[in-house]
């Protein structure tokens, strides 16, 4: 079956930095877009980026109005919209809105809807692995209904144990228990805590993996069956479990670990014949890997793997959803042997938060803004400049600094003069902390894991 579609506009269902991206990718395809903003994001530069921009979800609340479903399809309509290009968070994994655009007639920017269900749910994710052979950390490997259900697993497997939220995400959602007397509180706590952040107090449970490394491999599908990987990312710099710098590709895993870990990803996408861009996430201890989850979305951290193979995902998913095989003269994608992997880079997140102050995060008006750039640097700007006004309702992500070279201590360097050369006033920002990591030993000797920023007081000054 052939599968075409004309995309000559598209909506960008999001805001900040990833709309942004996303519009720069469509201009460059010769497609127009047009912007979506909230009444606090009266002000923002994504709104000024597009080629028309309108006003979603009046009297909603800051965060509601992007989740506005109707609203966004009306726009999407009125506006001879082709296409909608979720972004990452908001709607992105929503299979109603998924569904709602395909009933329109709009192409949603992304897998099917089938794949948002098995994915959006990491107790189905984890069956869907498992039944690709993929090696799952010992849990419940389902939901864990009553507190003797936690109680027998953590008897069974030894503690420390983790209780998930089978809806979370964004870091959120989570609870270490270390010994069985914090088991009753910890459960409570866990199940009213989904509830209240994901509507749905399912909970499951896993081993906890003692200091790990979080490597994921980026995937691209299309219509056509064909499945490909583009190497790993290493995000094990994270704060209460949120990443902080990326790395591509991982400096501290063997290329015979890489690559199990790389068919592993492949597999588990070709046996749910995944398309468009998705990202399979692993916990990596020693010589073993473990599956955790799949993101059926583009990534933050899509800019890394975009430098070491210079293949652009988010212009490849806007191809994918009009029909294109991945390794036709238009997309151009070489086959899997074949697609390049050179040098490192690495991501660090600039955002409006004060690493002295428990990250708390600052708002108020940019008074003046200079940013770094030169050979192999990348910004993708969110509402970064002179006198923007950083706003408490969204997150503080405010500039992403993306670093190329041929060598790990290159892309170091680069990315290092790039923090010292930004002149950021009037707000806060988490650069002192991000050029401490730089200089860090553990990183610089790639020896980290997620426990490296929770464990290093002496990033924090
Ligand atoms: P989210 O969807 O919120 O990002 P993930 O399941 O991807 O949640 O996990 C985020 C992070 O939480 C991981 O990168 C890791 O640091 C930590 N984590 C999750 N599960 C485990 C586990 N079983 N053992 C140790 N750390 C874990």
Do not use: W
């Not at 109707?70 to 998924?98: C, M, Q, R, T």
């Not at 070709?270 to 599956?291: C, I, P, Q, R």
């Not at 070491?308 to 086959?335: C, F, M, R, W, Y």
């Not at 030169?374 to 400049?385: A, C, I, K, Q, Y």
């Amino acid at each position: 079956m052939t599968y075409t579609k004309q995309i000559k506009k598209v909506l960008v269902a999001n805001r900040g930095e990833i709309a942004i991206r996303v519009f720069r990718a469509c201009t460059e395809l010769g497609i127009r877009t047009v912007g979506i903003y909230s009444k606090e994001d009266e002000g923002s530069y994504h709104r000024y980026k597009a080629d028309e921009a309108y006003i979603v979800g009046k009297g909603k609340k800051p965060i509601d109005a992007y989740l506005d479903i109707e609203g966004i399809i009306e726009i999407a309509k009125k506006n001879n919209v082709d296409a909608v290009h979720p972004g990452y968070g908001f709607l992105s994994e929503n299979i109603k809105f998924a569904q709602r655009c395909e009933e329109e007639g709009i192409v949603f920017i992304g897998p099917h809807s089938k794949h948002l269900d098995v994915f959006g749910d990491k107790i189905k994710a984890k069956q869907e692995a498992l039944k690709a052979k993929l090696p799952i950390i010992p849990g419940s490997n389902g939901p864990v209904e009553t507190l003797q259900d936690v109680v027998e697993f953590g008897e069974t497997y030894g503690f420390p144990i983790i209780i998930k939220a089978a809806l979370g995400g964004g870091g959120r959602g989570m609870r270490i228990v270390r010994t069985s007397s914090g088991l009753k509180e910890a459960f409570e706590r866990a199940k009213s805590e989904a509830k209240a952040a994901f509507g749905n107090d399912e909970v499951y449970v896993e081993k906890y993996i003692e200091n790990p490394k979080h490597i994921e491999v980026q995937i691209l599908g299309d219509h056509q069956g064909n499945i490909i990987h583009l190497y790993e990312r290493d995000c094990s710099i994270q704060r209460r479990h949120q990443k902080l710098v990326e790395v591509a590709p991982c400096t501290s895993i063997t290329e015979e670990l890489r690559q199990r870990i790389c068919e592993a990803a492949v597999q588990l996408m070709k046996d749910v014949e995944y398309v468009n861009a998705g990202t399979v996430e692993f916990l990596v201890s020693g010589n073993d890997f473990y599956f955790i989850e799949v993101n059926p979305r583009v990534q933050v951290e899509h800019t890394i793997t975009e430098m070491i193979t210079g293949i652009d995902i988010v212009q490849t998913q806007i191809l994918i959803a009009q029909g294109n095989s991945l390794h036709n003269e238009k997309v151009g994608i070489p086959l899997q042997n074949d697609i390049p992997r050179i040098g490192f880079a690495i991501q660090a997140r600039v955002t409006t938060e004060d690493p002295l102050n428990n990250f708390m995060p600052d708002t108020g008006k940019i008074m003046a803004y200079r940013s770094g750039g030169g050979f192999g640097v990348r910004l993708d700007t969110g509402n970064s400049f002179q006198g923007a006004v950083i706003t408490p309702y969204y997150d503080s992500l405010l500039v992403k600094v993306t670093t190329h070279a041929l060598t790990f201590e290159g892309a170091i360097a680069k990315l290092n003069r790039n923090l010292k050369e930004f002149r950021i006033r009037g707000i806060k920002t988490n650069i002192p902390f991000l050029e401490n990591v730089m200089q860090h030993k553990d990183f610089l000797s790639g020896e980290y894991n997620t426990s490296f920023v929770d464990s290093s007081p002496e990033l924090f000054v």
